[in-house]
């Protein structure tokens, strides 16, 4: 007797669970810069990325989930000396006009790779159409830097002073189940913390620089995504 109702209990958690847990993929393209203390004045720029992965949504009523998952993002950030050159040229009194028309062609350009776990509380006003807010916890797994002057480029390794293992930070968003299975949707990711010190970048020449007198500059993500959602469970 004991046997057939711990069966039978095994059965009814199962369908349960079943019912409330659904597995799905998703993929997005997205497009984003760096926000934060002086990153306008610094000259980053927006660049374009992808995302992909497989999700869980976990529905606790009929009106809230929960939904995570495992997700590969990649992001590319531009950043034209230019700007720096014309937001700082106050400061370079004792530089001259030639090498400053020289750093003023210079532009590196950061690919960076992560592997992102996203935690999200999905609400759902109509049957269809939902509203996610929640975090995100990315571990970088590469980055790479090109440096390109004058038509001339040169891809590497971004420095080890530059990396930051970890990122973390904010998710808001959108969406509408255009089929039972698939789902559309809009979100905007906010860093809380930098991607890059970019301030030491002077250490891609191997240089020892002291940096005591820098700029304090953030490079905190800032990323739009749009895509789609297909739920195979």
């Known amino acids: 007797m004991l046997k057939k109702i711990i069966l039978a209990t095994a059965l009814v958690v199962g369908s ?38 497989v999700d869980a949504k976990f529905a606790i009523s009929p009106i809230l989930s ?53 935690v999200l509380a999905r609400i759902y006003p109509d049957p269809k159409f939902f509203i996610d807010a929640g975090i995100y916890v990315g571990f970088n797994v590469s980055s790479s830097l090109e440096l390109s002057y004058q038509g001339l480029s040169r891809t590497m390794d971004t420095p080890e002073q530059m990396q930051k293992d970890t990122d973390f930070g904010l998710i808001a968003g959108i969406g509408y189940a255009v089929m039972p299975k698939v789902d559309v949707y809009f979100r905007y990711t906010m860093g809380l913390v930098d991607m890059l010190d970019v301030v030491k970048f002077a250490s891609v020449s191997g240089n020892d620089v002291d940096y005591s007198d820098a700029p304090n500059i953030a490079c905190k993500n800032m990323r739009f995504q749009l895509g789609v959602s297909y739920w195979f469970m």
Do not use: C
Request: hydrophobic letters at 40%; charged letters at 20%.
């Open 16 to 53: 349960v669970f079943a019912q409330n847990i659904h597995v799905g993929a998703r993929a997005a393209g997205n497009i984003g810069t760096a926000w934060g203390e002086n990153a306008d004045k610094f000259g980053l720029e927006w660049g374009p990325g992808f995302t992909g992965g």
């Open 66 to 118: 929960i939904v995570t998952g495992l997700e590969f993002e990649y992001r590319s950030l531009d950043w034209n000396l230019k700007k720096l050159v014309s937001a700082y040229a106050d400061e370079m009194s004792g530089v001259s006009s030639s090498e400053i028309g020289m750093v003023s062609q210079v532009k590196f350009s950061f690919g960076l790779s992560y592997l992102d776990i996203p």
